[in-house]
């Protein structure tokens, strides 16, 4: 099916666009935690030059009081960046539902396609010719060089004569050695050549072959997605689960917050029936800030109260119920969906068996037609859900389940 395709690549795109967030949002602690570190070592540098010139008591005391100062600040700003991390926790968590009131969930599927004008080929290093080896640089060829003639009176043409001897040997020993060289270069250079020629025939060939096979699984790709296309025009329920898990695989919920998808659909009816795990109670923040307290010199967390965790939780339960018919929904454009029933929960033990289960806190059916109706930036997920008559649980923190039987329409 398409899904080695589609669901790769939508997952490629999305998981480059959160690693390009979180390196964004490392990038700047890093430098918060820089900027804080460089600021407490000028305070120590200058505390540990002002120290070493302190002479008297009263300028010792002062020395003492500005370090205190200074370790208070450094801890002070520990205290703010822990509260801006808890800030930005819990309002990604507030904020799951108008996170993607603005955001299109459809899915156009002719942007899958890898034209084959612009789609880069996937071993460009073939593209590039190699490089012929250089013609070495040929030694100059000695010369023979006449010895001069000897001075004086006495012994001259023997004296010359033994001189251009040693000349000439001289001059036959450093053209052997030329010789040899010149040689030794030259066969060096034609077997180097000889390699490049080969190297380039085989690149080219290769480039030939890869090309070929890019072709062909630019060919495949395409037209799995043309089948895609066409079996979803018909509502092929493996298409329609294939679309639907592009659509959920592209809705971005926060790092910390990690949600899953189970489906079905049944064609004669248009129902999906659609399962959403949500992280448990008990991995819920349930820290609401930090204090730094002077006079024990501690960083001191602040829980959040059970009525808040309750609160807290309930509420992006209910949001990602809301969301998840709406991002359905607005996806399928088609239409092919009339009806879905929803379960949204997590896993954990089961309180009564103690075994791993799926325990759902909200169970909603919703017709399309009634739903799409909704304005999404003025409702109240609470008041949504029982609008449309879903079973709540009445504390999910206690991990008390809801009853979804009579939910589902078929």
Do not use: C
């Not at 599927?109 to 890898?114: D, I, Q, S, V, Y």
């Not at 909704?374 to 079973?391: E, M, N, R, V, W």
């Amino acid at each position: 099916m398409a899904k080695s395709f589609l669901s790769v690549a939508l997952k490629a795109m999305k998981a480059a666009e959160k690693d390009r967030v979180r390196r964004a949002k490392a990038a700047e602690r890093r430098d918060l935690a820089e900027r804080r570190e460089a600021a407490q070592q000028a305070k120590a540098h200058e505390a540990k030059v002002q120290k070493a010139i302190i002479a008297d008591e009263r300028h010792r005391k002062a020395y003492e009081k500005a370090v205190k100062a200074a370790h208070a600040a450094a801890q002070q700003s520990e205290v703010e960046r822990l509260n801006a991390e808890i800030d930005a926790v819990l309002d990604d968590l507030e904020g799951l539902l108008a996170a993607t009131i603005d955001v299109d969930d459809h899915i156009d599927l002719e942007t899958l396609r890898k034209p084959s004008d612009t789609t880069p080929f996937d071993v460009p290093d073939l593209e590039t010719p190699l490089v012929a080896p250089k013609r070495p640089k040929l030694p100059p060829e000695p010369t023979y060089v006449e010895p001069a003639k000897p001075k004086g009176f006495f012994g001259k043409k023997r004296k010359f004569e033994e001189a251009r001897a040693i000349a000439r040997q001289t001059y036959e020993t450093q053209k052997a050695e030329w010789a040899s060289s010149v040689s030794s270069l030259t066969k060096k250079y034609e077997t180097d050549f000889a390699a490049y020629e080969q190297a380039e025939v085989e690149r080219v060939n290769t480039l030939a072959v890869e090309k070929d096979r890019f072709r062909q699984e630019l060919d495949d790709h395409n037209h799995s997605i043309d089948q895609f296309i066409a079996n979803l025009s018909y509502g092929d329920a493996e298409a329609v689960k294939e679309y639907i898990s592009l659509v959920v695989e592209n809705s971005t919920y926060p790092d910390h917050f990690e949600v899953t998808h189970e489906f079905s659909f049944e064609p004669k009816t248009a129902e999906l029936r659609m399962s959403v795990t949500i992280p448990t109670p008990d991995s819920f923040p349930a820290i609401k800030e930090y204090k730094y307290l002077k006079t024990s010199d501690e960083i001191r967390e602040v829980p959040l109260s059970q009525v808040e965790i309750k609160k807290r939780y309930a509420s992006v339960l209910h949001q990602v119920a809301i969301r998840s018919l709406h991002e359905v929904f607005e996806a399928d454009r088609r239409g092919l969906i009339r009806t879905i029933s929803l379960e949204v929960g997590t896993k954990a033990q089961h309180p009564a068996t103690g075994r791993l289960s799926f325990l759902p806190f909200v169970g909603v059916s919703a017709e399309r037609d009634r739903f799409m109706e909704f304005d999404l930036s003025g409702l109240i997920p609470l008041a949504t859900l029982k609008h449309l008559g879903a079973a709540i649980s009445k504390d999910p923190v206690a991990l008390i389940a809801v009853d979804v039987t009579g939910v589902r329409k078929s």
